[in-house]
C-alpha cells in the first residue's frame, strides 16, 4: 500500500501530462470508463456486497446503508453521470480578456487545472465516480478518500477507472483511493499542501468542520443549509403556500430545502392556517414563536436553538416579524449562507431583500430547492460552496479550475 | 480593551452598513481620510517615534528600522495611495451574466463584498493605511494586527481613520485595529472563522507559513517567489542579458525579482560571459552548475539547496539544460509558482513554456518584474497570490469581493 506522501507525489507528477490532454481526448476516456462501469457491474456488485454486509453486521441505520448499496440501475446511474460530463464544455485553455499594457506587453488569463484535488467523502460510492469525471474533465489529478465502509466498492470503481485510462495510453494516477483507513493517515491526508492544492469535503457539517479544522490545504467548504422563507406583507399568500410546501417538503435530507418561515405579522392569520393544512398532507412539525402560536394555539413552541438548525426533516420553524428589517436582520443572524427568498409583491423589499441577504443565493418568489448546479444550467455539481472564497453557491466544471497569467513581450524591462 | 471576539462581533455587525455604501460615499470618505491623515502628520510622527526609539533599543536591524520609520513623506504617501484608491471604479454591485432559465427563473451573479477582512503583517505602518483603503473601497469590514513594534504608529493611523468616518455618519468599526499583542490572541485571532471571512498574510515566507498552518478562516496566500529566467538556444541574448539584469538587480528584496537562470547549453558560452559582465555592475553573486562552471570557472559551486532558494540578495543560481522539456520540469520542480520568464524566437519553445509552466504569471521575452497589480493595471495591489483557489497573481480590488446569486421568480416550484 502507498503511503499517503507517495500518493500526494504521483498525483504531482500525473499533472502535468493531465493539464496537455485534449479535450476530445478527455472525451473519450470518459465514455470509455462508463462502458467500463457498465461491462464491470458484476465486479462492482460483489464487491459492494461485502461492504453492505459488513455495515449491516455493524449496525448500521437503514439509511446509510442505502446511501452505501449498489445496483445495476445505480451503477448505469453512474455511467450515465460520466457521460454527461463528457459532454461538458471544456474549460481548460480559454484565454480571457488579453489586453495590451502601454508598454506593448500582451496580458490574458488562461484558464487551467487546479492541478491536484482532494476530495474527503462518506460512505456513497457513486461520488467516486462523479469526483473522478469532474476532476478528470478540468484536467486535475484526484485523490480519493471515501469512507472506510465503502472501501470495497470503491476499490472496484477506482481499479476500473485506472485500467481503463492505462488501455488508453492515460496516467492512472489521474485518480488514486486512499485505501488506509486509519486515522493518521487521514490527517496526514489534510495536511498534504506540498502536493494538493485544494480539498473539498463532501459529507455531513461533522467531517466538513474537521476538514477546515485540520487542513493545511485550502478548503472548498460545502455545506449545511438553514434556509429561510420570508413572507413579507404584501405576498401572494397562495404562490407562498406553494412555495413553502415544495421548498419544505419536495425532498428533505437537502441542504436548499426549507428550514424555516418568517412571516410578516400582517398577513400571519391569513397565511398561517393556509399553509398548516398544506403542510398536514405530509405531517410536518410546525414550532411557532408566541405571535405564530396566537394563530396556530396547538403547535409546539420554538425554542432558541430552533432557529439556527438544519432539521433535514418534516419540522419548519416560525418567526414572526414586523418589518422587512427585522425579517433580515433575524435572517442574516442564523443563516448559514446558503440559500434565501422573498415573498412579496412590494419592488422596494424585493430588492431590499436580494441587496442585504448576505447568501450564496437569494430568490425573489421562488423556492429555495433550485439551488443546484443542474437547475442553474451548469450542467454538472460538485457541490454547494457556502463560503465566499473562490466559489460561492452551486458549483460547476469552473469551480475546479484556476487561471493564470500569461504575457507576451518582445524584450520589456521594468523602469 | 476589546476582546478579539468582541472586534469580530462589531466587524461582522459594521458589515451590513459598509455594504449598502454608495461609491460616491465611500470615495468621498477615503479623500476626507486622505487628508486627515497629512493632518495628523504630526501626531502620528509622534507616535512613530515611540515605535523606532523602542525598536532601536530591542536593537531592531536596519533595514527594519526603516521600514518602521514615517516621516512626511510617507505619510503623504500613504495619503496618496488613499486618493488613488478612491479614484478606482467600484466594483461593487455590478451583475454579471444575468439570464433566464427555461422555468422562466432569472439568475444572475452579483459582485458583493467579501465581509470581514483579517490582516495579519509585520511592522510597515504604511500598510494599515493601505489594507483600511482596499477594505473599504470594497465595502469589506477589516480587523488589521499590524506588527507590535508598530503598535503606537498603527494605533494612531487607525485612530485618525476612525475619528473621520464617525465625522462622516459612516460606522468606525469598518477599520479595528487588535491592540492586544499577546502570543494567544494572534492565534485565537486566527481562528475567528465565525466572524471573518478570509484572513490575508502580508509579510515574510514564516508568518506566511504560520498564518496557513494555524487558521482556521480561509487564507489567501501571498508568497515567496522563487523566479526563473530561461534562456532558449534561440534567444536574442543580448535582450536575454538586458532582462536578466532587470529581472535580479532593479529591486532586490522583492518576490518578483529573477533568483535563477536556466540556460540552454547550447547558448551559455555566448550568454554566461556578457551576463557576468553586466551583473558585475552590482556585484552580483554567482553560482553555477558545473556545466556553467566550465565556462566561468571563478563563480561558487551552486549546491542542491540553491535551486530552491528565494535569495532576496545580489546572487544568481545558474542551472545549465540540454532541452526545453528539461527547463520546465526543472523550474516546475523548484519554482513557488510566482512567476517565471523564457526568452527564445521559438514559436513551439514559446507555447510550450506558457503551457506548461506552473505559475501565476509566465512571461516569453519580458522581466518577471512586471507582476505587479499597478504593472498589469489594476490600479492597487493587495499582495501577490501564490495559491491557485479565489486569486492567483497580483490581486487588485476584485480579490476583496465575491459574488451572490440573485433569483427573480414568479413563484417557481421545483418540480
Redesign the interface.
Known amino acids: 500500500m502507498l503511503s499517503v506522501e507517495e500518493i500526494g507525489k504521483k498525483a504531482k507528477e500525473a499533472?502535468?501530462e493531465l493539464?496537455?490532454l485534449m479535450s476530445g481526448k478527455k472525451e473519450e476516456a470518459l465514455l470509455k470508463v462508463a462502458e467500463a462501469l457498465i461491462e464491470g457491474t458484476q465486479t462492482i456488485l460483489e464487491a459492494n456486497e461485502k461492504d453492505v454486509e459488513a455495515a449491516k453486521a455493524r449496525g448500521m441505520k437503514e439509511g446509510l446503508v442505502d446511501r452505501l448499496m449498489l445496483n445495476e440501475k445505480r451503477i448505469a446511474g453512474m455511467a450515465e453521470g460520466l457521460r454527461q460530463i463528457a459532454g461538458l464544455e471544456d474549460p481548460i485553455g480559454e484565454v480571457l480578456s488579453m489586453?495590451p499594457?502601454p508598454n506593448g506587453?500582451l496580458?490574458g488569463q488562461?484558464r487551467v487545472p487546479?492541478?491536484v484535488v482532494g476530495i474527503i467523502y462518506e460512505a456513497r460510492p457513486n461520488v467516486t465516480a462523479d469526483a473522478f469525471g469532474l476532476c478528470f474533465k478540468t484536467g486535475n489529478a484526484v485523490i480519493l478518500k471515501g469512507g472506510s465502509d465503502a472501501a470495497n466498492s470503491n476499490g472496484a470503481i477506482v481499479k476500473i477507472i485506472r485500467e481503463t485510462l492505462a488501455k488508453l495510453q492515460i496516467t492512472e494516477d489521474a485518480v488514486q483511493l486512499i485505501e488506509d483507513n486509519k486515522r493518521e493517515t487521514v490527517q496526514q491526508f489534510m495536511k498534504l499542501?506540498q502536493y494538493v492544492?485544494?480539498l473539498i469535503p463532501r459529507g455531513g457539517a461533522g467531517l466538513i468542520r474537521t476538514v477546515?479544522?485540520t487542513s493545511?490545504i485550502?478548503?472548498?467548504e460545502t455545506g449545511t443549509g438553514n434556509c429561510h422563507i420570508y413572507v413579507d406583507e404584501t405576498a401572494?399568500l397562495e404562490?407562498a403556500v406553494?412555495?413553502i410546501?415544495?421548498?419544505k417538503t419536495?425532498r428533505i435530507g437537502v441542504c436548499n430545502a426549507c428550514e424555516s418561515l418568517v412571516v410578516h405579522e400582517k398577513v400571519k392569520d391569513a397565511l398561517l392556517p393556509a399553509m398548516k393544512k398544506r403542510l398536514d398532507e405530509k405531517q410536518v412539525e410546525l414550532r411557532g414563536d408566541k405571535a405564530a402560536k396566537e394563530v396556530l394555539p396547538d403547535i409546539k413552541d420554538a425554542q432558541e436553538d430552533d432557529w439556527g438548525r438544519e432539521y433535514l426533516d418534516y419540522i419548519l420553524s416560525i418567526k414572526t416579524v414586523s418589518s422587512i428589517e427585522e425579517a433580515i436582520e433575524h435572517i442574516?443572524r442564523y443563516n448559514t449562507g446558503h440559500s434565501e427568498a422573498i415573498i412579496t409583491n412590494d419592488y422596494t423589499h424585493a430588492q431590499k431583500f436580494?441587496?442585504?441577504i448576505?447568501?450564496?443565493?437569494?430568490?425573489?418568489?421562488?423556492?429555495t430547492?433550485?439551488?443546484d448546479g443542474f437547475?442553474?444550467?451548469f450542467g454538472a455539481e460538485i457541490g454547494i460552496s457556502t463560503?465566499?472564497?473562490?466559489a460561492?453557491?452551486?458549483m460547476g466544471l469552473l469551480a475546479l479550475t484556476?487561471?493564470?497569467?500569461?504575457?507576451?513581450?518582445?524584450?520589456?524591462?521594468?523602469k
Chains 1, 2 share one sequence.
Open positions: 499533472e502535468p493539464v496537455r489586453k499594457r506587453l496580458i488562461k487546479l492541478g499542501d492544492d485544494v477546515v479544522q493545511t485550502p478548503v472548498i401572494d404562490m406553494n412555495i410546501f415544495n421548498a419536495q442574516n436580494l441587496n442585504e448576505d447568501a450564496a443565493a437569494v430568490y425573489v418568489n421562488a423556492s430547492r433550485f439551488t437547475e442553474f444550467g463560503q465566499k472564497l473562490h460561492r453557491g452551486p484556476t487561471t493564470k497569467y500569461i504575457i507576451y513581450g518582445n524584450g520589456q524591462i521594468r
